[in-house]
């Protein structure tokens, strides 16, 4: 169990992305999540990010303690755009947060940075916040670009105003991403340091406090050493978020 948060000035947040998973059974797990959050008392904010088709019903049962977010938006308010959901829909079915950026939306959609910072555009438009995903592919950084590729994704992605209140960066190295790999600790610290520095110099006092989020086959052997990692505020999960058990075996770093 961990001793204290690695920077108790911001507090933390656990944000599960269940991506292309879920169906009615399953808010059973969301269930016992609320229940074991409500017993223990995390020092961290915990969201869940289901499939829009989850979103109503998880958002009908009310549970204390757990927000919810989706995973992503168009950034239209309306129109012809079959398929698409907007911020303002996801926050009318009870969404608190949108996921923009994802690496698995910029290789299987080819979106641009220009095109994620429409969406957190759209997202602050309807008074939600925005995590922003940055991270880079294992030919770069076998190359060496990792900060060159995450700083560049981080301006590219950001609009000119972005306070803490509304904005939260998740780096996640796209090759550890349900790989079963992590960096090391101190590759860790070395990006989620690099963020920040480009945070306050671009967003002063405001870049200082958002949070900046671990994401990459984050689990509960993992989850206490990173989430003392310098300038790592909690963490984006993906599969260990699927279920009560695994998900609270990462939140032992904060309970």
């Known amino acids: 169990m961990a001793k204290r948060q690695s920077t108790p000035k911001i507090k933390a947040l ?17 269930r016992k999540l609320a229940s074991a959050i409500n017993r223990k008392k995390p020092n961290a904010d915990v969201m869940i990010c ?48 949108v996921i923009v950026g994802h690496s698995e939306r910029r290789a299987d959609y080819g979106e641009s940075d220009k095109a994620v910072r429409a969406k957190v555009e759209a997202v602050h438009r309807a008074g939600m916040m925005a995590i922003i995903c940055v991270g880079e592919s294992l030919k770069q950084r076998r190359a060496g670009e990792t900060l060159k590729i995450v700083k560049a994704q981080l301006r590219g992605s950001l609009p000119a105003v972005c306070i803490a209140k509304n904005t939260v960066i998740a780096y996640e190295p796209v090759w550890a991403i349900g790989s079963g790999l992590t960096p ?49 505020n909690g963490a984006l999960v993906g599969g260990a978020s699927l279920t009560a058990k695994d998900f609270c075996g990462i939140l032992e770093a904060y309970f």
């Open 14 to 30: 656990v944000a599960g992305n269940w991506k292309m998973n879920g169906i009615g059974k399953q808010l059973g797990e969301v």
């Open 50 to 97: 289901p499939p829009a088709t989850l979103l109503t019903r998880m958002a009908a049962l009310k549970l204390k303690g757990v927000a919810l977010g989706g995973q992503d938006c168009h950034a239209d308010i309306e129109g012809a755009h079959t398929g698409d959901i907007s911020a303002e829909m996801l926050k009318e079915a009870g969404a608190k947060a």
């Open 184 to 232: 090391t600790i101190a590759q860790v610290e070395e990006v989620h340091s690099a963020l920040r520095s480009a945070l306050v110099r671009r967003f002063d006092d405001e870049g200082a406090k958002m949070r900046i989020l671990y994401g990459g086959s984050v689990k509960p052997a993992n989850a206490n050493e990173l989430m003392l990692v310098p300038n790592v």
